[in-house]
C-alpha cells in the first residue's frame, strides 16, 4: 500500500488542474439543453480544454475510452460515452465527468445537469446525491478514515431509500488518474485507512433510485447502467487533505465550500 502525500507545491499544481476542471463545468452549463447531442458537449468541452485552457481532457484514449469527457444520461450511472446520435430530451438528467491534466496533474469533477423540465422524483435523487458528497467532505481532516467517509454516504443515501453503487468508488489522484487509495461511498465508522495532510483524492458518490445492481455494457465496454433501468445520479470533486479539514480543489464558484 502506497498512499503519495503531496508537497504543498504539488496541492498548487493539483489546484490550478482542479480549477480548470470545474471552469469547464460552469462553461458546459448553458449547453445543455433540449435537442443538443452529448457528443456535441464533448466537442464543446474538448475545444475548450485544449485551445482555451492549453491543458489535455484525461479521458480520451485513457484505458481506449475515445471521448474526452463522460455523459451518463438517466440510467446510465457512469463512464457514457459522448455521441452524436444521443440528442438531449425534456426531462433528461446527466452527469457530465470533466477530468483535465494540467503542468502534469489531474483535477476530476462531475455533476449533475438537468434537462428542461425534470420530475420532481429525479431533482430529489440529484440532490440527495449531492448531499451525500457534501456530508462527506464536511468530515474529511487528518485523523478521519476512509470507512468515515462511506459510511455517511451510505447512511444519508440508504435513509432517504435509495441505493449506493458498490462497484465504482473514489480515488487518490495526483500525477496519475487513478491511484491508491480507493475511496468506496459505502462503509463502517473507523476502518480503514486515516486521512493525513497532504493526501489527495476524489469523492464521487452514485446513487440509485433502485437497487444498486449495475450492468457493463458489452457493446462498448464502458458503459455503465442500472440492472433494473431506473435512475441513477453522481457528483464528484477532488479534494486535498489539510492540516484542519481538506481543501476543496474542484470547488465551483457557486458553492459555498
Ligand atoms: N472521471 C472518471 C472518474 O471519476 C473516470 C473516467 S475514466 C474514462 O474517475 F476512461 F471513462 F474516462
Ligand atoms: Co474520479
Ligand atoms: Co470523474
Not at 428542461?116 to 458528497?133: F, N, S, W, Y
Not at 458518490?205 to 442500472?226: C, E, H, I, Q
Not at 470533486?237 to 470547488?251: N, S
Request: proline share 4%; net charge negative; hydrophobic share 35%.
Amino acid at each position: 500500500m502506497s498512499i503519495h502525500i503531496k508537497s504543498p507545491e504539488e496541492v498548487d499544481k493539483m489546484r490550478v488542474a482542479g480549477q480548470l476542471a470545474a471552469e469547464v463545468l460552469d462553461m458546459i452549463g448553458s449547453h445543455v439543453q433540449p435537442g443538443i447531442s452529448t457528443g456535441e458537449l464533448d466537442r464543446i468541452c474538448h475545444d475548450y480544454i485544449v485551445n482555451k485552457q492549453h491543458a489535455i481532457p484525461a479521458p480520451l484514449n485513457y484505458n481506449g475510452f475515445p471521448k474526452s469527457i463522460c455523459t451518463s444520461v438517466n440510467h446510465v450511472i457512469c463512464h457514457g460515452i459522448p455521441s452524436d446520435g444521443k440528442i438531449l430530451k425534456s426531462g433528461d438528467i446527466i452527469n457530465i465527468d470533466v477530468t483535465v491534466i494540467k503542468d502534469g496533474f489531474h483535477g476530476d469533477t462531475s455533476k449533475m445537469f438537468c434537462v428542461g423540465e425534470v420530475p420532481d422524483h429525479a431533482k430529489r435523487l440529484i440532490r440527495v446525491t449531492q448531499e451525500c458528497l457534501y456530508k462527506a467532505i464536511d468530515i474529511v481532516r487528518p485523523g478521519c478514515t476512509l470507512g468515515d467517509i462511506g459510511h455517511v454516504i451510505q447512511q444519508h443515501g440508504e435513509a432517504n431509500n435509495y441505493s449506493i453503487v458498490r462497484e465504482y468508488c473514489g480515488h487518490g489522484i495526483g500525477r496519475i488518474f487513478h491511484e491508491e487509495p480507493q475511496v468506496l461511498h459505502f462503509g463502517r465508522p473507523n476502518t480503514g485507512t486515516e486521512l493525513r495532510e497532504g493526501m489527495t483524492f476524489t469523492i464521487e458518490p452514485m446513487l440509485n433510485a433502485g437497487s444498486r445492481y449495475t450492468k457493463l455494457s458489452r457493446k462498448d465496454g464502458w458503459t455503465v447502467t442500472t440492472k433494473d433501468r431506473r435512475l441513477s445520479a453522481q457528483w464528484e470533486h477532488t479534494l486535498a487533505v489539510t492540516a484542519d479539514g481538506c481543501e476543496v480543489l474542484t470547488r465551483r464558484h457557486d458553492e459555498n465550500l
